[in-house]
């Protein structure tokens, strides 16, 4: 079964920096498409970023375009999640994700950057910006 392990949340002042990390199991990270989502207070799960990196194609939601870079290491089949400049506003959970298997990758558009285009999901990491 597909397993995704978040790694690398925490508490960082407005301004700072925090690398997230997404371990995959029985998901080939260099072949697939892979996401991140933020699940902010009192808001619904809504998409960060993601990648198809045999296209080279990334895709940010406005608010985190400059700001942070989702990139990966095929070799340790693992995804990231560069944030810096952080702001209140990206308080919340991180989580990472995976489409159902044998999905077209190819086929991946910014538009699909939201949750129901996903379904296999790690348990999510915290992330705390104090102003």
């Known amino acids: 079964a597909v397993q995704l392990v978040v790694s690398g949340g925490g508490s960082v002042q407005a301004g700072g920096s925090l690398r997230l990390s997404c371990s995959a199991s029985?998901?080939?990270?260099?072949?697939?498409?892979m996401g991140w989502f933020l699940h902010a207070p009192g808001k619904e799960r809504e998409g960060v970023a993601q990648?198809?990196?045999?296209?080279?194609?990334?895709d940010y939601v406005d608010s985190v375009k400059g700001r942070f870079t989702i990139s990966q290491d095929n070799a340790k089949n693992t995804l990231y999640l560069q944030m810096n400049s952080l702001k209140p506003e990206d308080t919340g959970i991180y989580y990472c994700?995976?489409?159902?298997?044998?999905?077209?990758?190819?086929?991946?558009?910014?538009?699909?950057?939201?949750?129901?285009?996903?379904?296999?999901w790690g348990q999510g990491t915290q992330v705390t910006v104090s102003s």
């Open positions: 994700a995976a489409p159902i298997l044998g999905t077209r990758c190819a086929d991946l558009r910014p538009v699909d950057l939201r949750p129901t285009s996903y379904a296999y």
């Open positions: 029985e998901y080939r990270v260099s072949t697939g498409c």
């Open positions: 990648i198809y990196w045999v296209a080279d194609r990334t």
